[in-house]
């Protein structure tokens, strides 16, 4: 049986509602894969709203919601919310720094990020390798002989392409193969319009803020942050690790809760995900893929013998020397 039948054949056994939840500050991909899922499952007899937790902080996250007319609630918003409805978790997976589990039962888990291990879901499919969460949702359209809508289409392509910068970080056959399937069926003035409206003036201003802490030890940048949403740390670091001779970076920002993490690496020698797992480790949590990933230190967990910029770039000198080629 396909995957995408397997799962519907599980929800349509659901006590209650069912509910799609990405991690709890949505990207273009996690949008677009909830999307795209929520938008499948409703064509193959199965009623469910997308719902999420925190905030939608980008400038092209926000528009992408108006331009594709996608319904996403706040999980505060959903007041019939209870421990009987059933969660489908999209680009995301439990222990994720970045996931607030909600009252609901999580009985599905679809995700490309690195595998956090058996946590329990009926139906479970992910893929680290795959580059973004949209071409494994696409390909459930393709295993269902379905043809996606226009605007579920362009809204899965633009993931794509968001999350595997232009297909080219961290791009699989799956990714390349997703985009040229969907894109006969996508409206390219739609993606030309959210690429012009990618960042917001309050971006700018931080962006220019940001970028006066870049500090580059040898390969390495690093980038603090004070209070920076996620969307920001990430989009900095994408551009710190363009500047010349740097292979990894290492940004990260302070907020009252604790410390996010964000690194990048474009070096086969260096592991994103594994140098943001050592650098968090017995303190908090971390992960990602081989260029890009993330992690959260709790304030209350934070290292007392060390300042947070200290700690970090010991953690992370170390963790890059120790990995270079003898």
């Given at each position: 049986m396909a995957r995408i039948h397997e799962l519907v054949e599980l929800?349509?056994?659901?006590?209650?509602?069912?509910?799609?939840?990405?991690?709890?500050?949505?990207?273009?991909?996690a949008i677009a894969s909830s999307f795209g899922l929520q938008q499948l499952l409703i064509e193959l007899g199965v009623s469910c709203e997308i719902v999420y937790e925190d905030e939608i902080e980008k400038a092209n996250s926000v528009t992408m919601l108006e331009t594709f007319a996608i319904e996403m609630r706040h999980s505060a918003d959903v007041y019939t919310l209870g421990a009987e409805d059933w969660t489908v978790l999209v680009d995301v997976q439990k222990e994720n720094a970045n996931l607030t589990d909600l009252v609901t039962d999580e009985v599905a888990c679809i995700d490309h990020h690195q595998y956090n291990g058996p946590q329990g879901y009926q139906f479970e499919d992910v893929r680290p390798e795959v580059g973004s969460c949209s071409a494994i949702i696409a390909e459930y359209y393709q295993e269902a002989g379905i043809e996606p809508r226009s605007v579920v289409a362009t809204a899965m392509v633009y993931g794509i392409l968001m999350d595997t910068d232009n297909l080219t970080r961290g791009a699989s056959a799956l990714d390349v193969d997703s985009f040229y399937w969907l894109y006969k069926f996508v409206d390219m003035s739609r993606i030309n319009d959210l690429k012009a409206n990618e960042i917001s003036i309050g971006d700018l201003q931080d962006y220019a803020q940001a970028f006066t802490s870049v500090e580059v030890y040898d390969e390495i940048g690093f980038l603090r942050l004070e209070n920076a949403n996620d969307s920001l740390l990430g989009a900095a670091s994408d551009i710190v690790i363009t500047i010349t001779g740097v292979n990894v970076v290492v940004s990260y920002s302070i907020r009252d809760a604790g410390i996010?993490?964000?690194?990048?690496?474009?070096?086969?020698?260096?592991?994103?995900?594994?140098?943001?797992?050592?650098?968090?480790?017995?303190?908090?949590?971390?992960?990602?893929?081989?260029?890009?990933?993330?992690?959260?230190?709790?304030?209350?967990?934070?290292?007392?013998?060390?300042?947070?910029?200290?700690?970090?770039?010991?953690?992370?000198?170390?963790?890059?020397?120790?990995?270079?080629?003898?």
């Open positions: 929800l349509k056994k659901a006590p209650d509602e069912v509910f799609v939840q990405p991690h709890n500050v949505p990207d273009p991909d996010k993490y964000s690194t990048r690496s474009v070096t086969p020698e260096v592991n994103a995900g594994a140098l943001v797992r050592h650098i968090v480790e017995g303190h908090g949590i971390g992960g990602g893929h081989d260029s890009m990933a993330g992690g959260f230190i709790k304030r209350e967990s934070l290292p007392e013998s060390r300042s947070v910029d200290t700690f970090t770039r010991v953690r992370a000198v170390g963790f890059v020397e120790a990995n270079r080629p003898t």
